[in-house]
């Protein structure tokens, strides 16, 4: 989010659930406007969801991995993936701080 000091993408090299892949809620934003993270147009989203490796058929579960937070992020990439048609969505509850404490493995 606007002021934080984070780097997300390189917290998620650094670790994340096998299989995962990073959806950066900034790069799939509408830059035309100066409202941070507007939603973007259907082309752009599509564009950048299918470098993912995701259509409209695959099965999302989202998840957070800002400890200090919760769940923040995972709810507006929720609603985006929603807004575009996908149905079957999913948010990890105790996102990726619930995934460790349950002892289970991480990539990285």
């Not at 995962?20 to 259907?42: R, V, W």
């Not at 575009?84 to 990539?107: C, E, P, Q, R």
Request: with cysteine; glycine share 10%.
């Amino acid at each position: 989010m606007p002021g934080e000091k984070r780097d997300c993408l390189a917290e998620f090299k650094e670790q994340h659930i096998p299989g995962a892949q990073f959806f950066g809620i900034s790069q799939c934003s509408d830059k035309e406007t100066d409202n941070s993270y507007m939603l973007c147009n259907p082309e752009i989203f599509a564009k950048h969801v299918g470098e993912l490796g995701v259509s409209n058929n695959t099965k999302i579960v989202l998840y957070d991995a800002n400890e200090k937070k919760g769940m923040f992020s995972s709810p507006r990439a929720w609603w985006m993936f929603r807004a575009f048609g996908h149905t079957d969505v999913l948010i990890l509850d105790g996102g990726l701080l619930a995934w460790k404490s349950a002892g289970n493995v991480m990539s990285g």
